[in-house]
């Protein structure tokens, strides 16, 4: 199994750890700093390739994603470091993607001009809600009119735009979500990406959910009825869903999202990232000091790395078929057999696929629309002893 990682690519995801406020429903490693000196981030973030290049040589590199966090707060030449830097580790494919997460907040024509000289292609924007209200409930520093110009800077840099929704906010109604997202998709270039709101215990929205006072929040059927609703208007505008919550027109897919869910190598740079690599013949997880001055001091002692640890066939499989289902290609049997030694338990499969949840098409498994807003209740079945 030592290539199974090929069946997935190989890409580069590096961690911009700082915001400029702090979302109450994001549970994502992001920090607040009212003083960061790029040089030192610039210098970890090259120390760490400089480190891990020599165990992942031979490779094509087919993505590199700045995700946070709040990337559009890095400079321009930090980003043109840090690409031109993989460039030197790894030959690239023919079209390699860089991707850059952007908050609209942080949008400035400059600065993304800037971005596109370094060598990004793609942007992906938080835009979040298009509805001022809900966007101040949510925490986030721009307003409606904001996030439009900065979508519209983008478009003019980028030929590849993407921007994130949250649906199922408080008092949202179905009408109210389904005429927000045609709103949407009149703005949309080539991929959306629709998230339902979660509430995440450690979270400002988690901490005022336990004591009742995050109120409005749409019934269990309302939030369902918004899912179908999305993947009805989304279908009917040329964008259909190829991953449970990202829609995009044929070919415009999130390559290095695909990484993931196609169960790919990747590593992982920066306060907090998680990374998947197969080093002589083992497939390890890896993971990193969450604080940012705790990286960097592990980074400036030799490695930026918390973990690594090495993963099991049988745990390379589980991964494999709870990132692969969620895409609407589905996954392949046949490798994952490959995997873990033994197939999918049969008796369940056919339990599933008579209840209208899962479909087979040769070697390939993959979720009905009846079962793709219960995946992980799919999953339990289908990875049950």
Known sequence: MTDDWRQGGFGLYVHWPFCQAKCPYCDFNSHVSSRIDQRVWVAAYLAELDRNAPDLSGRVLNTIFFGGGTPSLMEPDTVAAVIEAARKYWPVSNDLEITLEANPGSVEAGRFAGYRDAGVNRISMGIQALNDDDLRRLGRIHSVAEARAAFDIARNCFDRVSFDLIYARQNQTLA??????????????????????????????????ARGKLRGLPEDDTAADMYLA???????????????????????????????????DYLGIGPGAHGRLTINRQRYATETHQIPGEWLKAVNSGSGDLIRTPLSTGEQAEEYMMMCIRLSQGLDMERYTKLSDSPINPHK?????????????????????????????????????
Do not use: K
Not at 194 to 205: H, P, R, S
Not at 356 to 384: C, F, K, S, Y
């Open 349 to 385: 499969l056919t339990q599933l696929i008579d209840m209208g949840m899962v479909e087979q098409d040769g070697t390939i498994l993959r979720a009905t629309a009846t079962g793709r807003p219960v995946l992980n209740a799919i999953l339990r079945e289908l990875l049950a002893d």
């Open 176 to 209: 109210d979500w389904s005429e927000e997202l045609t709103q949407a998709l009149s703005m949309a270039v080539d991929h959306l990406s629709l998230y339902q709101l979660t509430i995440e215990d450690g979270t400002a929205f988690g901490d005022r959910y």
């Open 230 to 264: 999305t993947q009805e208007i989304c279908a009917r505008h040329d964008l259909p869903a190829y991953e449970v919550s990202n829609h995009a027109r044929s070919g415009a897919e999130s390559r290095h999202n695909l990484i993931y869910w196609r169960y790919g």
